[in-house]
């Protein structure tokens, strides 16, 4: 049952990410936004995934804020692997096809690998409790 959580909480998080970096080219189409569109995303997809992940997933309840914070922290070091996975197949994506749509089709195929692979390293080494 929680892989298919994990899949659902992965899913809407990738909306989000897309969505957010949609809208960052709506704000800013100029050089290099290909790059603050997927930071963006990224930033958004990584907050709201902790939330999940952490109470519905791993059912981790933060001793203090330091406790919450320093979890935040591992989770976003875990995710910098990941994340170059993702940004990976996006870049590549974009730079070998000619759609505009591209770079959406790989950042999905990016995230869904790197979600997998993140849940082990999450499980592993941040929620390991």
């Known amino acids: 049952m929680i892989a298919l959580w994990y899949a659902l909480f992965a899913l809407i998080s990738t909306a989000v990410n897309i969505a ?15 790059y603050v ?3 963006t995303g990224t930033v958004a997809g990584l907050v709201l995934k902790y939330i999940l992940d952490k109470k519905y997933i791993f059912f981790h309840t933060p001793r ?3 406790d919450d914070g320093k979890k ?7 995710g910098v692997f990941t994340t170059s996975i993702f940004w990976g197949f996006e870049i590549g994506f ?18 869904g690998i790197g979600y997998v692979v ?10 390991k409790d």
Do not use: R
């Open 20 to 34: 957010f970096q949609y809208l960052s080219f709506l704000v800013y189409d100029g050089e290099f936004s290909l």
């Open 37 to 39: 569109a997927m930071v």
């Open 64 to 66: 203090s804020k330091k």
């Open 72 to 78: 935040f922290f591992l989770y976003s070091l875990m």
């Open 94 to 111: 974009d730079y070998m096809l000619e759609s505009q749509n591209a770079k959406y089709i790989g950042a999905v195929i990016g995230l």
């Open 118 to 127: 993140k849940y082990f390293l999450d499980k592993k080494f941040v929620f």
